[in-house]
């Protein structure tokens, strides 16, 4: 046999004769249909993985600006109402001196009236330090009564004024910020006309 004859009854193994060409080009036109199913199966599956990632994602945003916001509140808050319980301490302190001033009452002692001019200024200091530090007084005498600032002790009737109005004040309130830190003990006027509503 000459080199010839080897060439044509050998088939090249490189290159797919017609008969597998078309075989394989009617399996893939068989199996399109499953294929594109099976495709479009799991892209719905990975929207719908995607859309539950995208919801865990916003919820934990969320979360974490509400953490934020409280944690931001909390250091306020502890910021401001740290003092809150020594504060409260020191009124006592504070109506003491007042107490301390009012018993002196008008002595023409000259040693009585410098101890209580010393003891005057001291409340008067006292008095800015608490503020200085947000503790504020409560005002009461003349006002209308307010059950959030004002614990009423007794009525005195009096019809010349608004029934519930503030007209004795026998101890100091304060708050600090905006919270009662000890409400004003007060008598309040009964029998007069009702006061107007605020408007």
Wanted: cysteine-free.
């Amino acid at each position: 046999m000459n080199d010839e004859t080897l060439k044509t009854s050998e088939p090249e193994t490189g290159a797919p004769t017609q008969a597998t060409a078309g075989a394989a080009a009617a399996d893939v036109g068989a199996s399109a249909p499953s294929l594109t199913a099976e495709l479009e199966a799991a892209l719905e599956t990975a929207r719908a993985d995607a859309a539950n990632l995208k919801d865990q994602v916003l919820r934990t945003l969320a979360d974490m600006e509400n953490l934020r916001r409280r944690t931001e509140r909390e250091v306020r808050d502890s910021a401001q109402y740290a003092i809150t319980g020594f504060a409260r301490d020191l009124l006592s302190v504070s109506d003491n001196l007042t107490r301390a001033v009012q018993s002196a009452g008008d002595s023409e002692d000259a040693a009585v009236k410098a101890v209580v001019e010393g003891v005057s200024m001291t409340e008067r200091e006292l008095a800015k330090v608490l503020e200085k530090h947000g503790v504020k007084r409560i005002a009461a005498e003349g006002e209308k009564f307010d059950p959030h600032l004002h614990q009423a002790m007794f009525e005195v009737p009096n019809p010349e004024l608004p029934s519930g109005t503030v007209v004795q004040e026998l101890q100091s309130g304060y708050v600090i910020g905006d919270r009662v830190l000890r409400p004003a003990l007060v008598g309040v006027a009964k029998g007069g006309p009702k006061a107007k509503a605020e408007g």
